[in-house]
């Protein structure tokens, strides 16, 4: 009896002990509680939410948030809340909550017509949601920030920048894959439920061929930007098909789609065609054909990013509906989770996942990546899988080298051109500027353009017509024409705003310590991220292009410093110049300090890429000349105006 007795003391201490060794050693990021029969089960996760953690710039009109969860979940009702809030005088907004189809992305949506406050700083905060498998519930509130732009609401029209099977002018593209599903990337966040109806996006054939079906009854939009139709069976072999996305896509703002590129501020239906393959596709697994970073790497960026790279049959890309958050994971010690800001596929080519974490990685610790394989796992258009699971390892290391962060740009994030407190120019027929324009002189500074929203016009005549998507912002006086929104003292506070950030972007790309020294001109060189400073003072690409590789680093920074000049294209005046983003390198991130003016392709001609900010002014192309200078980028003067040309200008995504 006495035996019994001393098991009995011992037995709890005992229990205690071995579930508290149970517990440490399942690490924190999801709360580990034993099952029935001691199986453990696992507090489910916030894996991704859009707007990022700390975000800027979000427009006022992004009437959804979201947050991804890291299995399915029951409705957020009861005990269990999305909530966005806002610090007085500003008002919390009510919006609906509702989960997708899958049960693991919960939206808040904006009543219709009720934008968000300029330059506020909005909370939203998930408590409660729980499991619906296991009914556990988040182990603590989910909370995250973002700021909203200081421009007024949102006026531009969302495009198609790039579809699979590819467009080709005048079509059909040819060739294509009988068992390819149908692609179409737009230029900005599109609200999921203009995309998903039937038709919205339609693919059709003539008689007597049958017009497929998508599977599902509709198109399905990954993340946020991908519309994508596959069929429930595969397309008739040499066989002519016409894909069509119509106005009924709208952005977040409610904008309709401008399909057509030569009438970007109407909308209009985006249509292409292609024709199938004489014989059938052969199926063939998918596989990784690389990665970065790179298994067993050392020191690797603290705000890098974690990609694939897939080999799939000719003509296909990745299904980006199977590549999520749960089919590509990143997990620190004891299987920690890492959020993710998003997981999407390049858009050149659909065939590199890139995995981006919400916040820098820690350096000194290892992080495992997981793409799963398998029915459940990631599928290439055709629907084939990979045989299995591909996991891989790195270590993080110090914010140091070329571990570069992105400039904040504030204000001027919506710009694709600030002519300082001289103006604006167009002398061409062609120019197009996809985001706003601006100066903080008076409106009469700004000649050759007209806006898509109030729709002013800013003394334009038969020789200088520009279009600007977005809004123009000056100070006062208004334009000759009757334009009550513009040339306001409302528009000439946006209009300072937009250049006190961009001077202070231009002082922190000066205030970085001088970096490598490439030579003057940068033609014919492949230079990887990093701070690159003028030897003479001044940059040129003349005699060759520039490729900039990120080496599968989507989050990849290079900056240019220079105490005088940039000229892009040459020798001579009609030998245009461009730059070429490889390894996933993004226009967003490329910035180029000028310390006074920039000439960009003055024959006409070229792609430059990055955020120009520039002291003295900058001029594209040359009067009189009608090839198409495009800018994926910005051009921000802080003094002399700025200049273009038939120049299309394309403000990067955030």
């Keep these: 009896m006495n035996k019994f007795k001393s098991y009995a003391r011992v037995l709890p201490w005992f229990m205690a002990l071995a579930l508290g060794a149970v517990t440490a050693g399942c690490g924190g990021g999801r709360d580990p509680i034993l099952g029935s029969g001691g199986a453990l089960l696992l507090t489910p996760t916030v894996t991704a939410v859009v707007p990022v953690n700390n975000a800027s710039g979000i ?3 992004n009437t959804v948030i979201t947050a991804t969860f890291s299995e399915p979940m029951a409705p957020i009702t009861g005990a269990a809340s999305f909530t966005v809030t806002c610090a007085a005088p500003c008002v919390s907004p009510t919006g609906t909550v ?5 049960k693991t992305t919960a939206t808040f949506t904006l009543p219709v017509a009720s934008p968000l406050t300029q330059l506020t700083v909005y909370t939203a905060t998930v408590t409660g949601a729980q499991s619906l498998a296991t009914g556990l519930a988040l182990a603590s509130p989910y909370v995250w920030n973002f700021t909203t732009t200081g421009v007024a609401q949102d006026k531009i029209r969302p495009t198609v920048t790039l579809t699979a099977p590819v467009t080709t002018i005048p079509g059909p593209t040819t060739g294509v894959p009988t068992n390819a599903a149908i692609t179409a990337v737009f230029s900005e966040d599109m609200l999921a439920s203009t995309i998903t109806p039937l038709s919205t996006f339609t693919v059709t054939c003539g008689a007597p061929c049958t017009s497929p ?21 595969a397309l008739a072999v040499n066989t002519t098909y016409t894909a069509t996305i119509s106005t009924a896509a709208t952005d977040l703002a409610g904008n309709q789609l401008a399909g057509n590129p030569a009438s970007p501020t109407t909308a209009n239906n985006y249509v292409w065609t292609f024709t199938t393959a004489a014989a059938p596709a052969v199926a063939l697994p998918a596989s990784v054909l690389s990665t970065n970073p790179v298994a067993n790497a050392s020191a690797v960026c603290p705000n890098a990013s974690v990609n694939a790279s897939f080999t799939v049959p000719s003509g296909l890309r990745m299904d980006p509906a199977t590549v999520t958050t749960v089919t590509f994971a990143v997990t620190g010690p004891a299987a920690t989770p890492v959020v993710a800001t998003s997981v999407v596929l390049d858009a050149a080519t659909g065939r590199i996942a890139t995995f981006t974490p919400t916040a820098a990685l820690t350096p000194g610790v290892v992080y495992t990546a997981t793409i799963k394989g398998g029915a459940a796992g990631v599928k290439d258009q055709g629907a084939n899988t990979m045989a299995g699971d591909y996991i891989w390892s790195f270590t993080a290391g110090p914010a140091t080298g070329n571990c570069l962060a992105p400039v904040a740009l504030g204000a001027a994030s919506t710009f694709g051109a600030f002519g300082g407190s001289a103006g604006m120019t167009n002398m061409g027929l062609q ?13 009469t500074a700004v000649t050759g353009f007209h806006d898509a929203g109030p729709g002013c016009t800013y003394t334009e ?48 790309l000066v205030a970085m310590p001088a970096g490598a020294n490439p030579g003057a001109n940068l033609a014919g060189k492949t230079l990887a991220p990093g701070v690159y400073t003028s030897p003479s003072g001044s940059f040129m ?11 599968g680093n989507a989050n990849a920074v290079w900056v240019f410093q220079m105490a005088t000049t940039l000229t892009v294209g040459g020798p001579g005046a009609a030998a245009p110049q461009s ?5 996933g390198a993004q226009a967003k991130n490329v910035y180029w300090q000028v310390g006074s003016a920039a000439t960009i392709n003055a024959g006409g001609g070229g792609t430059m890429v990055g955020t120009i900010i520039a002291q003295a002014g900058a001029a594209f192309s040359t009067a009189g000349n009608v090839a198409i ?16 040309v038939d120049t299309v200008i394309n403000v990067p995504a955030p």
């Design 431 to 443: 120019t197009v500027i996809h985001g706003d324009i601006g100066t903080t002189a008076v409106s």
């Design 461 to 508: 005549t038969t020789l200088k017509t520009g279009t600007v998507t977005g809004l123009i912002y000056t100070a006062a006086p208004p334009p000759t024409v009757a334009c009550p929104t513009e040339g306001t003292a409302t528009t000439f506070a946006m209009a300072q705003a937009a250049r006190a950030d961009a001077l202070t972007a231009y002082n922190a």
């Design 213 to 233: 079906t998508p599977v599902g009854g509709g198109a399905t939009l990954a993340n946020s930007r991908t519309a994508t139709f596959t069929p429930t069976a």
């Design 541 to 551: 690409i003349q005699g060759g292009d520039l490729t900039l590789d990120a080496q």
């Design 59 to 61: 427009a006022i009109s």
């Design 629 to 644: 200078v495009t800018l994926n980028g910005r051009v921000l003067s802080l003094g002399a105006s700025v200049t273009v």
């Design 98 to 102: 509702a989960l997708d189809a899958a």
């Design 579 to 583: 730059i070429i983003l490889a390894g």
